[in-house]
């Protein structure tokens, strides 16, 4: 527990399509870090931040921002040139997972597919350029073929999260209709094969004895996908954590194999990407493989979010575990 003397920034808000998220979040980092005794600094991510920070001087910063600003390494950026500690992956960290398009890539650098259970679906990203100046949409009939998976496919924006502009595509015909609905929140739009499977979210913790996956948190929409509202509303989504080991168990691996590919390949990803601190691996358990969906290096800690519940299944307090994060940035500086 800190003394009232720590004084910690919780950088919050901005002008992404998820501010109210991360609002949330900030919020409650704000609470528990006030309970156990921080000096605590609200800061909204504006125009004023930069000279807030540099008046305030605090101790650390907590980054509860989520999409642009936070998770393309803005603000991250910002606090190293300040010279700041914060929780939370390096900037560069965060730019290379920010641009979904090249993630898998970042894998491949690091592990062989003999080596590691993750796997990125077959994907295109196109830019607003492509659509707007050089006609792509005329070749929308070869979308399919490129991926090799037919259809449905998922449409959604290069970057952000939230499910925000996402669309399931179950023909050629909605094609136009979900990629103007993903440029609507990016000028990149990816296309990529639908995964079926349990849907599954790995919290990545990392502490003293170094990164420990928490027990994965299963969803379970009621109905239609996990989109954006169903995230905020808890009457439309079932959460089990850990994972039931009847959406785990194949005809060709049994539960146990299933939870422990589930969580290396969670591991694998935040370990090839240097994540540090925290982090969030989404993925589908499609049966026999572990496909990777995202990785969120500021994911949510609203009281609805994923990253708590993970938290509390693995028996540790999230007031404690956030008092940790922070005496870790404090201790190694920036």
């Known amino acids: 527990m800190a003394t009232e003397s720590t004084k910690v920034a919780v950088i919050m808000g901005g002008t992404s399509f998820e501010r109210k998220f991360s ?19 609200p800061l909204d991510a504006d125009e004023h931040l930069v000279d807030t920070l540099r008046s305030e001087r605090p101790d650390a910063a907590f980054v509860c921002l989520h999409g642009a600003g936070g ?35 970042v894998m491949r650098r690091t592990f062989s597919a003999e080596e590691s ?31 090799g998976s037919g259809f449905p496919l998922a449409v959604k924006p290069a970057h952000g999260g939230s499910a925000m502009g996402v669309t399931k595509v179950d023909e050629e015909s909605q094609l136009g ?37 928490l027990p994965e948190v299963e969803i ?31 005809g060709s691996m049994d539960a146990a194999d299933a939870r422990e590919a589930v969580r290396r390949a969670a591991l694998d990803v935040f370990e090839a990407f240097d994540c540090r601190d925290l982090a969030r691996v989404d ?22 979010s994923l990253v708590p519940m993970a938290v509390e299944a693995a028996g540790l307090d999230m007031a404690s575990t956030l008092d940790a ?8 500086g920036c």
């Not at 603000?75 to 730019?95: D, K, N, Q, T």
């Not at 796997?119 to 979308?143: Q, R, T, Y």
């Open 220 to 250: 379970h929409a009621h109905e239609g996908l996990y989109d954006t509202d169903a995230r905020t509303n808890p009457e439309r989504v079932d959460y089990f954590c850990p994972a039931r080991d009847q959406s785990l168990a194949s």
């Open 283 to 304: 993925l589908i358990w499609d049966g026999s493989k572990v496909r990777i969906m995202d990785l969120k290096t500021f994911p949510g800690l609203t009281e609805t």
């Open 117 to 147: 259970d993750a796997i990125w679906p077959a994907e295109v990203a196109l830019p607003m350029g492509a659509f707007k100046d050089l006609g792509a949409a005329a070749a929308l009939d070869l979308v399919a073929g490129r991926i």
């Open 23 to 41: 609002l949330r979040s900030g919020k409650l980092v704000c609470d528990l870090l006030a309970r156990d005794g921080y000096e605590v600094l």
């Open 177 to 213: 209709e979900a990629i103007m609905t993903a440029l609507a929140y990016d000028d990149v739009v990816m296309i990529e094969e639908w995964v079926e499977g349990a849907e599954l979210s790995c919290t990545v913790l990392e502490l003293d004895d170094g990164p420990q996956v």
């Open 71 to 105: 998770e393309d390494g803005a603000v991250p950026a910002l606090l190293e040139f300040l010279r700041i500690p914060y929780v939370g992956s390096r900037a560069a960290v965060c730019r290379a997972a920010w641009n979904k398009p090249d993630t898998p890539f």
């Open 325 to 332: 994060l922070v005496r870790k940035a404090i201790a190694r």
